[in-house]
Protein backbone atom coordinates (compact mmCIF):
# COMPACT_ATOMS: atom_id res chain seq x y z
CA UNK A 1 0.00 0.00 0.00
CA UNK A 2 1.15 3.63 -0.81
CA UNK A 3 1.55 6.11 1.64
CA UNK A 4 -0.84 7.97 -0.06
CA UNK A 5 -2.92 5.10 1.42
CA UNK A 6 -2.18 5.24 5.02
CA UNK A 7 -2.40 9.09 4.91
CA UNK A 8 -5.83 9.05 4.35
CA UNK A 9 -7.16 5.93 6.01
CA UNK A 10 -5.86 6.76 8.89
CA UNK A 11 -7.62 10.23 9.72
CA UNK A 12 -10.64 7.97 8.60
CA UNK A 13 -10.43 5.58 11.45
CA UNK A 14 -9.58 8.07 13.89
CA UNK A 15 -12.21 9.98 13.59
CA UNK A 16 -14.70 6.69 13.66
CA UNK A 17 -13.09 5.47 16.86
CA UNK A 18 -13.64 8.82 17.80
CA UNK A 19 -17.27 8.87 16.84
CA UNK A 20 -17.83 5.03 18.81
CA UNK A 21 -15.80 6.21 21.84
CA UNK A 22 -17.80 9.30 21.99
CA UNK A 23 -21.11 7.64 21.63
CA UNK A 24 -19.86 5.05 24.47
CA UNK A 25 -18.76 7.56 27.10
CA UNK A 26 -22.57 9.18 26.32
CA UNK A 27 -24.65 5.57 26.84
CA UNK A 28 -22.56 5.50 30.06
CA UNK A 29 -22.53 8.85 31.39
CA UNK A 30 -26.24 8.32 30.96
CA UNK A 31 -26.90 5.42 32.62
CA UNK A 32 -24.79 6.32 35.69
CA UNK A 33 -26.97 9.49 35.68
CA UNK A 34 -30.46 7.59 35.50
CA UNK A 35 -28.84 5.11 38.01
CA UNK A 36 -28.09 8.30 40.25
CA UNK A 37 -30.97 9.77 39.41
CA UNK A 38 -32.87 6.65 40.87
CA UNK A 39 -30.63 6.54 43.74
CA UNK A 40 -31.51 10.16 45.20
CA UNK A 41 -35.53 9.31 44.12
CA UNK A 42 -35.12 5.98 46.09
CA UNK A 43 -33.52 8.39 48.84
CA UNK A 44 -36.03 10.59 49.52
CA UNK A 45 -38.88 7.94 49.08
CA UNK A 46 -37.22 6.93 52.55
CA UNK A 47 -36.22 9.92 54.08
CA UNK A 48 -40.10 10.99 52.92
CA UNK A 49 -41.62 8.02 54.21
CA UNK A 50 -39.85 7.96 57.54
CA UNK A 51 -40.79 11.79 57.97
CA UNK A 52 -44.17 10.56 57.78
CA UNK A 53 -43.85 8.36 60.26
CA UNK A 54 -42.73 10.86 62.28
CA UNK A 55 -45.57 13.43 61.62
CA UNK A 56 -47.86 10.71 63.36
CA UNK A 57 -45.77 10.62 66.72
CA UNK A 58 -47.95 13.60 68.17
CA UNK A 59 -50.94 11.50 67.88
CA UNK A 60 -50.01 8.38 68.68
CA UNK A 61 -48.50 10.31 71.71
CA UNK A 62 -51.96 11.67 73.04
CA UNK A 63 -53.56 8.53 72.12
CA UNK A 64 -51.13 6.62 74.76
CA UNK A 65 -51.12 9.42 76.99
CA UNK A 66 -55.35 9.07 77.19
CA UNK A 67 -55.15 4.88 77.58
CA UNK A 68 -52.09 5.39 80.20
CA UNK A 69 -53.86 7.90 82.29
CA UNK A 70 -57.46 5.19 82.19
CA UNK A 71 -55.36 2.99 83.28
CA UNK A 72 -53.69 4.51 86.26
CA UNK A 73 -57.46 5.67 87.44
CA UNK A 74 -58.84 1.94 87.13
CA UNK A 75 -55.52 0.87 88.88
CA UNK A 76 -55.37 3.93 91.42
CA UNK A 77 -58.41 5.68 91.99
CA UNK A 78 -60.98 2.79 93.12
CA UNK A 79 -62.05 2.62 89.23
CA UNK A 80 -64.66 -0.09 90.25
CA UNK A 81 -66.54 2.52 92.49
CA UNK A 82 -65.76 5.09 90.19
CA UNK A 83 -68.06 3.25 87.40
CA UNK A 84 -71.29 3.32 90.14
CA UNK A 85 -71.36 7.32 88.30
CA UNK A 86 -71.80 6.04 84.99
CA UNK A 87 -74.27 3.51 85.66
CA UNK A 88 -77.05 5.31 84.23
CA UNK A 89 -74.80 5.54 80.74
CA UNK A 90 -75.24 2.16 79.99
CA UNK A 91 -71.90 -0.06 79.11
CA UNK A 92 -69.69 3.59 79.33
CA UNK A 93 -67.06 2.43 81.36
CA UNK A 94 -66.15 -0.72 79.67
CA UNK A 95 -66.71 0.48 76.03
CA UNK A 96 -64.72 3.39 76.70
CA UNK A 97 -61.55 1.79 77.93
CA UNK A 98 -61.95 -0.61 74.69
CA UNK A 99 -62.04 2.48 72.50
CA UNK A 100 -58.73 4.11 73.93
CA UNK A 101 -57.16 0.63 73.19
CA UNK A 102 -58.25 0.80 69.52
CA UNK A 103 -57.45 4.63 69.33
CA UNK A 104 -53.89 3.54 70.49
CA UNK A 105 -53.85 0.55 68.40
CA UNK A 106 -55.06 2.86 65.51
CA UNK A 107 -52.31 5.15 65.56
CA UNK A 108 -49.74 2.83 65.69
CA UNK A 109 -51.10 1.54 62.70
CA UNK A 110 -50.90 4.85 61.13
CA UNK A 111 -47.31 4.67 61.32
CA UNK A 112 -46.65 1.28 60.66
CA UNK A 113 -48.37 2.55 57.17
CA UNK A 114 -46.18 5.65 57.15
CA UNK A 115 -42.87 3.82 56.78
CA UNK A 116 -43.84 1.11 54.82
CA UNK A 117 -41.78 2.47 52.03
CA UNK A 118 -39.03 3.88 53.71
CA UNK A 119 -35.67 1.89 54.76
CA UNK A 120 -36.82 2.02 58.78
CA UNK A 121 -33.18 3.54 59.83
CA UNK A 122 -32.90 6.27 62.15
CA UNK A 123 -31.83 6.39 65.48
CA UNK A 124 -35.25 7.74 66.78
CA UNK A 125 -37.55 6.29 65.26
CA UNK A 126 -35.78 2.66 66.06
CA UNK A 127 -36.05 3.70 69.38
CA UNK A 128 -39.91 4.56 68.70
CA UNK A 129 -40.35 1.05 67.23
CA UNK A 130 -38.53 -0.74 70.09
CA UNK A 131 -40.96 0.97 72.11
CA UNK A 132 -43.73 0.11 71.05
CA UNK A 133 -42.84 -3.53 70.90
CA UNK A 134 -42.05 -3.50 74.46
CA UNK A 135 -46.24 -2.58 74.98
CA UNK A 136 -46.92 -5.15 72.44
CA UNK A 137 -44.94 -7.77 73.70
CA UNK A 138 -46.76 -7.01 77.30
CA UNK A 139 -50.48 -7.18 76.26
CA UNK A 140 -49.68 -10.23 74.38
CA UNK A 141 -47.86 -11.60 77.25
CA UNK A 142 -49.12 -15.17 78.43
CA UNK A 143 -49.76 -15.66 82.38
CA UNK A 144 -52.39 -15.88 85.12
CA UNK A 145 -53.99 -12.94 84.16
CA UNK A 146 -56.08 -13.59 80.55
CA UNK A 147 -57.43 -9.81 80.98
CA UNK A 148 -56.29 -7.27 78.53
CA UNK A 149 -54.29 -9.55 76.60
CA UNK A 150 -54.35 -8.88 72.77
CA UNK A 151 -52.18 -11.19 70.73
CA UNK A 152 -49.83 -9.12 68.66
CA UNK A 153 -52.22 -10.12 65.29
CA UNK A 154 -55.25 -9.16 67.28
CA UNK A 155 -53.52 -5.44 67.88
CA UNK A 156 -52.54 -4.70 64.18
CA UNK A 157 -56.06 -5.99 63.22
CA UNK A 158 -57.92 -3.49 65.34
CA UNK A 159 -55.68 -0.86 64.19
CA UNK A 160 -56.18 -1.86 60.52
CA UNK A 161 -59.95 -1.45 61.62
CA UNK A 162 -59.24 1.97 63.46
CA UNK A 163 -57.04 3.32 60.61
CA UNK A 164 -57.47 5.26 57.28
CA UNK A 165 -56.20 7.42 54.85
CA UNK A 166 -58.05 10.70 53.77
CA UNK A 167 -57.06 11.56 50.46
CA UNK A 168 -57.13 15.20 49.48
CA UNK A 169 -58.75 15.62 46.00
CA UNK A 170 -56.29 16.66 43.17
CA UNK A 171 -53.73 16.24 45.02
CA UNK A 172 -52.34 12.94 45.79
CA UNK A 173 -52.02 14.06 49.36
CA UNK A 174 -53.17 11.52 52.18
CA UNK A 175 -53.46 12.17 55.55
CA UNK A 176 -53.89 9.52 58.30
CA UNK A 177 -56.89 9.40 60.15
CA UNK A 178 -58.35 7.04 63.14
CA UNK A 179 -61.62 6.41 64.14
CA UNK A 180 -63.12 9.07 66.92
CA UNK A 181 -65.30 8.27 69.48
CA UNK A 182 -68.54 9.06 67.91
CA UNK A 183 -67.72 6.35 65.02
CA UNK A 184 -66.31 3.83 67.40
CA UNK A 185 -69.02 4.03 69.76
CA UNK A 186 -72.01 3.35 66.81
CA UNK A 187 -69.59 0.64 65.49
CA UNK A 188 -69.16 -1.25 69.10
CA UNK A 189 -73.00 -1.38 69.80
CA UNK A 190 -74.21 -2.23 66.04
CA UNK A 191 -71.48 -4.63 64.72
CA UNK A 192 -71.03 -7.83 66.93
CA UNK A 193 -68.05 -8.80 64.87
CA UNK A 194 -66.54 -5.23 65.79
CA UNK A 195 -67.13 -5.88 69.31
CA UNK A 196 -65.74 -9.34 69.32
CA UNK A 197 -62.32 -8.10 68.85
CA UNK A 198 -62.35 -6.31 72.19
CA UNK A 199 -63.35 -9.75 74.22
CA UNK A 200 -60.26 -8.86 76.20
CA UNK A 201 -61.33 -5.96 77.28
CA UNK A 202 -64.39 -7.45 78.88
CA UNK A 203 -62.35 -10.04 80.57
CA UNK A 204 -59.87 -7.10 81.93
CA UNK A 205 -62.49 -5.55 83.33
CA UNK A 206 -63.76 -8.24 84.96
CA UNK A 207 -60.03 -9.25 86.82
CA UNK A 208 -60.04 -5.52 88.17
CA UNK A 209 -63.22 -6.34 90.31
CA UNK A 210 -61.30 -8.96 91.75
CA UNK A 211 -58.30 -7.06 92.21
CA UNK A 212 -56.10 -8.29 89.50
CA UNK A 213 -54.17 -5.24 88.11
CA UNK A 214 -51.29 -6.81 87.09
CA UNK A 215 -51.16 -6.69 83.35
CA UNK A 216 -52.55 -3.10 83.21
CA UNK A 217 -49.46 -1.62 85.54
CA UNK A 218 -46.88 -3.38 83.06
CA UNK A 219 -48.47 -1.76 80.51
CA UNK A 220 -49.37 1.46 82.20
CA UNK A 221 -45.07 1.93 82.43
CA UNK A 222 -44.12 1.04 78.83
CA UNK A 223 -46.73 3.47 78.10
CA UNK A 224 -45.29 6.48 79.89
CA UNK A 225 -41.43 5.28 78.17
CA UNK A 226 -42.92 5.50 74.96
CA UNK A 227 -44.75 8.87 75.33
CA UNK A 228 -41.49 10.36 76.89
CA UNK A 229 -39.81 9.28 73.67
CA UNK A 230 -42.61 10.81 71.39
CA UNK A 231 -43.08 14.03 73.80
CA UNK A 232 -40.04 14.70 75.72
CA UNK A 233 -41.24 18.29 76.80
CA UNK A 234 -45.15 17.19 76.55
CA UNK A 235 -46.11 19.84 74.30
CA UNK A 236 -48.89 17.26 72.79
CA UNK A 237 -49.49 15.61 76.80
CA UNK A 238 -50.00 18.65 78.83
CA UNK A 239 -51.65 17.88 82.17
CA UNK A 240 -50.80 14.23 82.09
CA UNK A 241 -48.27 12.95 85.19
CA UNK A 242 -46.30 10.48 83.42
CA UNK A 243 -44.85 8.18 85.81
CA UNK A 244 -45.06 4.40 86.42
CA UNK A 245 -47.73 3.59 88.33
CA UNK A 246 -45.56 2.05 91.76
CA UNK A 247 -42.50 4.06 90.95
CA UNK A 248 -40.14 5.32 93.70
CA UNK A 249 -40.18 8.63 95.05
CA UNK A 250 -38.07 11.04 93.37
CA UNK A 251 -37.96 8.98 89.93
CA UNK A 252 -36.85 11.51 86.77
CA UNK A 253 -37.83 10.04 83.16
CA UNK A 254 -34.73 8.73 80.81
CA UNK A 255 -33.10 11.31 78.71
CA UNK A 256 -34.43 10.20 75.19
CA UNK A 257 -32.25 9.67 72.38
CA UNK A 258 -31.63 11.04 68.97
CA UNK A 259 -34.25 14.03 70.06
CA UNK A 260 -33.64 17.06 67.93
CA UNK A 261 -32.38 19.94 69.99
CA UNK A 262 -35.57 21.81 69.96
CA UNK A 263 -37.45 18.80 71.32
CA UNK A 264 -34.95 18.44 74.26
CA UNK A 265 -36.83 17.96 77.42
CA UNK A 266 -36.47 21.47 79.68
CA UNK A 267 -34.58 21.21 82.65
Not at 88 to 116: C, I, N
Not at 142 to 161: K, N, T, V
Not at 216 to 225: E, F, K, N
Request: proline fraction near 5%; avoid cysteine; charge should be negative.
Amino acid sequence: MSKTFFTQILPLLFSVFSVVLSGYMSVRQQRISAKLRLEENRREKQESALAAAQRVYEPMAQAAAELQSRIYNIVENDWVTLTKRYEGHGDYPTKSTAFLFAHYFGWVEARRQSVLDSSGKGGRDDTVQNLIDGVTKIMRRGDDSEGFSFFSAEQRAIGELMFFWEVVPDSGLRIPHVLGYAAFSTRYKDDPAFREWFSPVDAGMARVAEGDNTRLIDIQGALVHLILELDPNQRYTTGYDLKPIGAEAGWKPPVPTDVPAEEQPTQ
